[in-house]
């Protein structure tokens, strides 16, 4: 039969994918997820379920407390000092630049995204649990920055305008400046402006387990190898659209209520007063929908080969289908299985030996509360008074019993119980140290201390702890260098512009889309405090040896330069260049002096000293005369200024008289003209009889005003 592939349609994918999802592992109520629920009660203590009344309930905590003991080891190698991988150059023209790619991976894994915290979540998932997942992906981050500007020009102004800012709110002011003496007007602006700004970052984080949907045909601890990945999850509908979901499609869609929550991520959550089905928010956009994220091998487009794929399900719509080369998922374990994803946990080791030390527990202090307040018997013929006094007794349980007069009253009798139990107890607690390599008591016991030699308990504890060094080795070869490497990847991908980034004291620039692909990573991994110590010895006596073979040529100071680097890397007290600045920053080593020469130099010395005096005065004097030229070419400049700013005042006077003079003149001008025009008003006047009619009314008005009425 030949074979002949055809496309897929998004509802034939669709079906794909939730055939996929139903029969992941980590899937709610799955065998994964009832053990990592059942890890969760362990190591918080819950009660088993099969206590009785009247009886010990005690739980003793085997589990959180090797998963605590072994934590500080780990925090110690990851979340200490300023990295804990390197990139390994490729020849000597790569030294620099892997160098650099080291750097800046660390800072974005460890200072960006608060590392510390994100790398303990995970080793403390990986120690709980089959398996702990983190995720890395590239964010991109949107905003509108607002400043104000004051005192800009038209040629500022428009330099604004081509880096992108937007113009919201416009002053303008008219200045004056004084250029070369000569005062000249000048616009300036008052703006508001707005630009939009975007940034992509890396972000990681640790995943709950029952979140990350693994392919049920999966064999490796590595994710990049599993034919789908999925990341199920409730999302607010805010953070949908600012995806670009649309929002029209989301409203059409059941939220996270129509969801039933997993016994697992109830128990995780929400303790015994708390409801997940009251959950709702009075707030319509920030309502949730169970988004699945998933990340999958299909032939999608029919041409019989499949292809890696992005696909955005949420309820049974499609909002994302595209072709990707990356997948964001890590994967840690502390017991790995060969040729299975789900490894083991340290709570798988010691869980059954939990039970077992918690029902001892509780028989010993059964027996101890029965003999302390062990049960009395009374006869129903008693006499009433001592029944009386025996109700008073809190601590007594009364049984009624009939039977002779002898026996009216008496206690129950046990036999104590407690040195056979703890010789018991103590046994599973050497059980436990050898399943886990934990041993608190090792370190802790002064009897041990005293006890033991240097050389034998130092080596105790070496066994002690290989198999501490043998988890964090582990974790350093899989997940840890996965992340890092999927780090460099995404900021060569995404991080298309110059970064600043201040390390080690200084500000470092740097492009990662210009970085080459890498391949080659080593994990730095100090295993466990004794080994530590052991190395710090061992490397000061190597530098003892190199110092000694300096002389002879046969090391130079790079060399124990490396050595005193890693005795710093091995302290965690900083980098190096705190301590010991690198080649270019520091001066050569001087050979040792010639022994005629330092008796030539003693010969000497006295005119030596006297020329060094000589000179010093000649230096003191030229520095003097040096100064006062610098004063006396200062004190020109300022009657050089001063010359200037007086012949721009006279300048500006004598514009100032020529143009009062001007206006002087064309007031004569207006007068004298005004002066003809009266007196040629006056002339026609007394030639029209005009003067004489009038000087006949005002002779009769005022003869009429001397006469009475």
Request: charged fraction near 30%; include cysteine.
């Amino acid at each position: 039969m030949a074979f002949d592939p055809e496309p897929m349609d998004e509802d034939e994918l669709l079906v794909f994918l939730q055939n996929k999802i139903d029969s992941a592992m980590n899937d709610e109520d799955g065998e994964l997820s009832d053990n990592r629920a059942r890890s969760l009660d362990y190591y918080l203590g819950r009660p088993y379920g099969d206590e009785r009344v009247g009886y010990s309930k005690v739980t003793t905590r085997e589990s959180m407390e090797t998963v605590e003991w072994i934590l500080p080891s780990i925090m110690r190698v990851f979340g200490a000092g300023e990295r804990f991988v390197e990139f390994e150059p490729e020849g000597r023209a790569d030294i620099e630049a892997a160098q650099q790619d080291t750097d800046v991976v660390n800072h974005i894994l460890l200072r960006q995204n608060f590392g510390w915290v994100q790398m303990y979540q995970w080793a403390k998932d990986a120690l709980m649990y089959p398996n702990g997942y983190a995720k890395i992906w590239p964010e991109e981050r949107e905003w509108i920055e607002t400043k104000r500007f004051s005192g800009i020009t038209a040629g500022q102004k428009a330099a604004l305008l081509e880096d992108g800012w937007e113009i919201t709110e416009e002053e303008e002011e008219e200045t004056v400046v004084d250029v070369d003496g000569v005062v000249q007007p000048l616009k300036v602006y008052e703006l508001t402006a707005e630009k939009r700004c975007e940034k992509v970052e890396i972000k990681w984080q640790s995943v709950p387990g029952d979140e990350v949907l693994v392919d049920d045909g999966c064999n490796s601890w590595n994710l990049d190898e599993a034919g789908f990945v999925a990341h199920r999850r409730p999302v607010p509908f805010t953070t949908l659209v600012e995806m670009g979901c649309d929002p029209d499609r989301l409203s059409e869609i059941g939220n996270a209520e129509d969801h039933d929550w997993s016994d697992e991520r109830v128990g995780r959550q929400y303790t015994d007063d708390e409801n997940p089905a009251n959950e709702s928010t009075d707030d319509d956009s920030m309502r949730q929908y169970w988004v699945e994220e998933c990340y999958v091998r299909v032939d999608f487009d029919g041409d019989g080969l499949a292809e890696h794929r992005y696909c955005l399900k949420i309820g049974n719509e499609l909002f994302a289908n595209d072709v990707v080369d990356f997948q964001p998922f890590c994967s840690l374990t502390s017991i790995l299985m060969p040729h299975r994803h789900p490894g083991l946990s340290m709570n798988d080791a010691v869980m059954d030996l939990q039970r077992i030390k918690s029902t001892l527990t509780r028989l010993v202090l059964d027996n101890a509360y029965r003999i302390n307040t062990g049960r009395t018997y009374i006869d129903e013929n008693a006499y009433a008074e001592q029944t009386t006094e025996l109700m008073q007794d809190a601590q007594a349980t009364m049984i009624p019993v009939q039977g002779p007069p002898q026996n009216a009253v008496f206690r129950e009798q046990h036999q104590p119980i407690t040195q056979e139990m703890l010789s018991v107890i103590k046994y599973f607690d050497e059980d436990t140290v050898i399943r886990t390599g934990v041993a608190p008591g090792m370190a802790l016991d002064p009897k041990v201390l005293q006890q033991s030699t240097e050389g034998a308990f130092a080596e105790a504890m070496t066994k002690a702890s290989e198999r501490i060094e043998l988890i964090v080795r582990l974790m350093a070869e899989t997940g840890v260098k996965q992340l890092c490497l999927k780090a460099h990847a995404l900021a060569r991908a995404h991080v298309d512009r110059d970064l600043v980034i201040q390390l080690r004291g200084e500000f470092i620039e740097t492009n990662p889309s210009a970085w080459r692909e890498r391949a080659s990573m080593t994990v730095n991994v100090g295993l466990g405090f004794n080994n530590k110590e052991r190395m710090t010895q061992l490397l000061g006596a190597i530098l003892q040896e190199q110092k000694e073979m300096l002389g002879l040529g046969m090391v130079d100071m790079s060399h124990i330069r490396h050595t005193f680097a890693k005795m710093i890397e091995n302290a965690d007290v900083g980098h190096v260049d705190s301590f010991v600045p690198p080649a270019e920053g520091r001066q050569p080593p001087q050979a040792p002096p010639d022994p005629v020469a330092m008796a030539s130099a003693q010969l000497s010395q006295q005119q030596l000293q006297l020329a060094q005096r000589q000179q010093e005065h000649l230096e003191r004097m030229d520095q003097m005369r040096f100064q006062l030229d610098a004063a006396q070419a200062q004190r020109d400049a300022q009657m050089k200024a001063m010359d200037q700013r007086l012949k721009g005042m006279e300048l500006m006077l004598k514009r100032q008289a020529q143009a009062f003079e001007s206006a002087l003149t064309q007031a004569q001008t207006a007068k004298a003209a005004e002066e003809a025009r009266s007196l040629d008003i006056e002339n026609d006047a007394a030639e029209s009889g005009v003067t004489e009619a009038l000087e006949g009314v005002t002779r009769a008005l005022t003869a009429g005003s001397g006469s009475g009425p």
